[in-house]
């Protein structure tokens, strides 16, 4: 997985926090609170009730009343079975903060434990039917290359975030842009941010952040930063007080792919041309299967760029130029 270069939907594997002391906090039923689970190592409470642990898809528990809300399930099903595994066996529930295979791993596991899945109206066809996200990123039947698990998860029942009855006590901020109903969920002064920006060493080791609608995707960042809370955790980064840095550098990120697209599109030409341009000029490295995530985070940029008046569809059907 570690090959590919796209952040927000490649699996960064990160060794952060494994200093920290050993601990899983859900053994003790009678402590209510917010726990993130960062691969395989428990860190120390930061506040009262909660807890850090770094995953390639970082995964937040929190424990309100009686029921266990885990937050995304991982980017692996053995992630989520050893998860499920250090688990009591009380009520459990799945809050998604969006569609992307490497957060939904889990879900179907926990749903064959009983536990409801719950994601924005937006994203709850995608964990339905998994084949939605392949298809968009296609535009046909996947081929070979777009039918791994990295792409694809099992199906879930999800069902709308407006079926949660705990509304009061978790935050639902909608922060569209890496996807089309992506959702921070706020607990207690944490964020889980989901993919709404990223880590600054996981934007460092993989080339761009990955978006469907680049207006958006930085209204979120703006949105984020209006935000207040104790602590942002986004899915693929550290756990921070401070998020500005990182969503400074994420929206650094954006920029500059706009550019490079910008100034890749001096001579007219086809998409799959301009992907092949871009890659090289910001050394992103591409196989098969993340081809066609770079070919739809090009394809929302030059749906930005035409919004802002830069580029135009030419006349040869398919090709681009600039205005
Ligand atoms: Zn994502």
């Not at 070979?144 to 029942?157: H, I, N, T, V």
């Not at 889980?192 to 080791?205: I, P, T």
């Amino acid at each position: 997985m570690c090959g590919y270069s796209s952040v927000g939907r490649a699996s960064a594997s990160q060794a952060e926090g494994r200093g920290f002391e050993s601990r899983w906090p859900l053994q003790s039923p009678h402590k209510e609170g917010i726990f993130v689970i960062w691969e395989g190592i428990y860190t120390k409470p930061i506040k009262d009730g909660i807890w850090i642990k770094l995953a390639n898809t970082n995964v937040g528990v929190a424990k309100i009343g009686d029921i266990t809300y885990i937050i995304d399930t991982g980017s692996s099903i053995k992630f989520a079975k050893e998860l499920l595994s250090e688990m009591d066996n009380g009520k459990k529930a799945v809050l998604n903060t969006h569609s992307h295979a490497d957060h939904i791993q889990g879900n179907y596991l926990f749903e064959k434990n009983g536990a409801k899945i719950y994601a924005s109206e937006l994203e709850v066809p995608f964990i339905r039917n998994p084949l939605l996200e392949t298809l968009y990123l296609y535009g046909a039947n996947p081929p070979k290359a777009l039918r791994l698990s990295f792409y694809k998860a099992k199906p879930s029942y999800a069902v709308p975030f407006d079926k949660l009855d705990v509304r009061s006590e978790i935050d639902l901020i909608p922060l569209p842009g890496h996807s089309l109903g992506m959702t921070a969920i706020k607990i207690n002064g944490v964020i889980f941010c989901g993919d709404a920006y990223f880590g600054s060493n996981v934007l460092e080791k993989y080339s761009y952040p990955y978006l469907i609608d680049v207006k958006k995707f930085l209204d979120s960042l703006d949105t984020l930063e209006r935000l207040n809370a104790e602590l942002y955790i986004p899915s693929h980064g550290k756990p921070t007080s401070d998020p500005h840095p990182d969503i400074e550098r994420t929206r650094t990120a954006v920029q500059n792919f706009v550019n490079a697209v910008l100034e890749s599109l001096k001579e007219p030409g086809y998409i799959e041309t301009l992907c092949a341009k871009v890659s090289e000029k910001m050394s992103v490295s591409l196989n098969a299967g993340t081809f066609y995530l770079f070919r739809s985070f090009v394809s929302s940029v030059l749906e930005f760029l035409e919004k802002t008046g830069k580029v135009r569809n030419s006349d040869i059907p398919g090709t681009w130029e600039t205005v």
